[in-house]
């Protein structure tokens, strides 16, 4: 079993900067995309960025022009750097790798979660 190991989070001021870090510990074949998503009290889980084995990137539209994810093809890791950070960024931030297709069944696998918290 692949789990993907998160770094990064933390607590910041309003307007400020942070870069979370996914790092699968085993080799995961046929990555099809790559990203985050985050869920806040009360709300439902949201996509936050996704690439996919093309390059072909996503963003929620309440992250676009502030956010910018990018990803290692060869080693499966992917990163989500967070700028200008508001209040309604807090939320535990969970890494997402689908993979699948072909010979293979189609499946994901995702991070335990880290906190990101944003206090003015």
């Not at 993907?4 to 790092?23: D, M, N």
């Not at 084995?53 to 093809?73: A, N």
């Not at 689908?98 to 003015?120: D, I, N, P, R």
């Amino acid at each position: 079993q692949v789990q993907l190991v998160e770094s990064g989070g933390g607590s910041v001021q309003f307007g400020g900067s942070l870069r979370l870090s996914c790092v699968p510990s085993g080799s995961i074949f046929m990555v099809k995309a790559m990203g985050w998503y985050r869920q806040a009290p009360g709300k439902e889980r949201e996509l936050v960025a996704s690439i996919t084995s093309s390059g072909i990137t996503t963003y929620g539209d309440s992250v676009k022009g502030r956010f910018t994810v990018s990803g290692d093809s060869t080693k499966n890791t992917v990163d989500l750097q967070m700028n200008s950070l508001r209040a309604e960024d807090t939320a535990v931030y969970y890494c997402n790798i689908k993979f699948g297709g072909g010979w293979l069944q189609m499946g994901e696998y995702w991070g335990q979660g880290t906190q990101v918290t944003v206090a003015s």
